[in-house]
């Protein structure tokens, strides 16, 4: 098992470095790399949405938009605002139509930093 790539996508000889860092001399079974890569897929997932958020939030209050209640409430995803009723069907085709991607900078992950790994600890 040491130079396969784990259903993560990353090389168990990576996960092992990792393991092995702080405690050389440890014994680490397949199994553990395996759960430990999972962990660390979670976490990047967890950290990559995060910053997401924190991109959209600062897109809508730098932006020219008039609706930034979302952001300032808290963080709420930007699918949320792509639901549709029966009734106001063609404004939910208008938001579709001026979504813009938000880019992740390095300061959205700093900002998200803190608070994922006191969850993560």
Request: proline letters at 2%; aromatic letters at 4%.
């Amino acid at each position: 098992m040491q130079d396969e790539v784990l259903p993560c996508g990353l090389p168990t000889s990576l996960i092992r470095k990792l393991l092995l860092r702080n405690y050389p001399n440890q014994r680490i079974s397949n199994e553990a790399i395996v759960l430990a890569s999972e962990l660390i897929r979670n976490f990047v997932q967890e950290a990559h949405h995060r910053a997401e958020i924190e991109a959209e939030c600062e897109m809508e209050i730098n932006g020219d938009d008039d609706d930034k209640s979302s952001c300032e409430s808290g963080s709420k995803n930007a699918a949320k605002s792509f639901e549709t009723d029966d009734q106001n069907e063609h404004t939910t085709v208008d938001r579709v139509k001026s979504y813009k991607i938000a880019t992740i900078r390095h300061d959205h992950i700093a900002k998200i930093a803190c608070e994922l790994l006191m969850d993560f600890s």
